[in-house]
């Protein structure tokens, strides 16, 4: 083809954005069919709108069929392209916001678990005092793993992260707010729960099932779960505490989320004094780059209502 016939992309307008954001979405979703539930729309109309991006680029992005998505070559350097060029737009964007005197944006906060609604975590009162001094900044909150948090914060996709301490990884900054302690409980439908002799129940510990996170947490967590039976995983509290009520396993949870089924007598904790162990909960923010007032400002609402965990 002559460099004269080559096919040539025109101007750029909020419709191919868009189309890109489509894209985005359906390479990063697995496919059409995963990306429905995201993008709130039918496989059929993805099939179209990915059709008309096709045809407005002059290039095949992708495949379908029996073995699955898959993008091209093309494709995938779109897809490269396109991640560029939105990073540079939300740097714009970032960029407009900070020069306004009145905070505006998003405010984008990734989690592990359900920390929320703890006694020592005091969010509703942290987002009552960011609308009275930010009234024009959006929070956006999403609950992920923790693996999948640091990297969501270390990529820019978050502005700050809340995990439970574990590590130090280069490019994060740890902001430690305070400890949670852990017990071993059993529900009311466990031999364990009527064992009212410690040696008993000592002995026999290792002969029941125990649910665990699944992950490192912390030396003093992973010492606790030598010599009992890792019978299953559930990185999650619900699922977790669903399992030790439903009888069939034993399972570490933090005692502040613990407390209603204790009160309510369907669970009790096994041998306190010796199995239990603190979780500390620290927020994380992307130590170099940009520097966000807006994030700065959550960041001193944040410890102005907390006690920093010693």
């Known amino acids: 083809m002559s460099q004269a016939s080559r096919p040539v992309l025109g101007q750029i307008g909020d419709y191919e954005i868009r189309l890109l954001k489509l894209f985005k979405t359906v390479v990063e979703c697995g496919g059409f069919s995963a990306a429905e539930t995201e993008l709130n729309i039918s496989r059929s109309t993805i099939s179209v709108h990915m059709a008309n991006l096709e045809n407005r680029l002059k290039l095949k992005l992708c495949r379908r069929g029996?073995?699955?998505?898959?993008?091209?070559?093309?494709?995938?350097?779109?897809?490269?392209?396109?991640?560029?060029?939105?990073?540079?737009?939300?740097?714009?964007?970032?960029?407009?916001?900070?020069?306004?005197?009145?905070?505006?944006?998003?405010?984008?906060?990734?989690?592990?678990?359900?920390?929320?609604?703890?006694?020592?975590?005091?969010?509703?009162?942290?987002?009552?005092?960011?609308?009275?001094?930010?009234?024009?900044?959006?929070?956006?909150?999403?609950?992920?793993?923790?693996?999948?948090?640091?990297?969501?914060?270390?990529?820019?996709?978050?502005?700050?992260?809340?995990?439970?301490?574990?590590?130090?990884?280069?490019?994060l900054e740890y902001h430690h707010l305070y400890k949670v302690r852990c017990f071993l409980y059993c529900s009311d439908r466990h031999p364990l729960f009527y064992a009212e002799d410690d040696r008993v129940i000592e002995q026999r510990l290792g002969d029941h099932k125990l649910i665990h996170p699944g992950i490192y947490t912390n030396p003093e967590a992973s010492a606790q779960l030598a010599g009992l039976r890792l019978a299953g995983r559930a990185?999650?509290?619900?699922?977790?505490?669903?399992?030790?009520?439903?009888?069939?396993?034993?399972?570490?949870?933090?005692?502040?989320?613990?407390?209603?089924?204790?009160?309510?007598?369907?669970?009790?904790?096994?041998?306190?004094?010796?199995?239990?162990?603190?979780?500390?909960?620290?927020?994380?923010?992307?130590?170099?780059?940009?520097?966000?007032?807006?994030?700065?400002?959550?960041?001193?609402?944040?410890?102005?209502?907390l006690v920093p965990a010693s």
């Open 66 to 171: 029996r073995s699955g998505f898959a993008l091209t070559d093309d494709g995938m350097v779109i897809y490269e392209s396109a991640k560029r060029l939105f990073a540079r737009l939300e740097e714009f964007r970032y960029t407009v916001n900070e020069l306004h005197e009145q905070l505006t944006g998003e405010l984008k906060i990734v989690s592990s678990d359900n920390i929320w609604l703890e006694d020592d975590f005091p969010m509703a009162d942290v987002f009552a005092a960011l609308g009275e001094q930010a009234p024009d900044v959006n929070v956006s909150v999403d609950v992920a793993h923790m693996g999948e948090i640091e990297r969501r914060v270390l990529s820019e996709d978050a502005d700050i992260g809340f995990i439970h301490y574990h590590r130090d990884l280069e490019g």
């Open 235 to 305: 990185y999650h509290y619900e699922p977790r505490a669903a399992l030790i009520l439903s009888g069939q396993y034993i399972g570490f949870l933090p005692e502040s989320f613990a407390r209603r089924w204790v009160e309510s007598g369907r669970l009790k904790a096994l041998l306190p004094e010796q199995k239990n162990h603190y979780l500390g909960i620290s927020a994380i923010t992307r130590s170099h780059g940009r520097q966000s007032r807006l994030k700065e400002l959550f960041l001193q609402l944040l410890q102005s209502h």
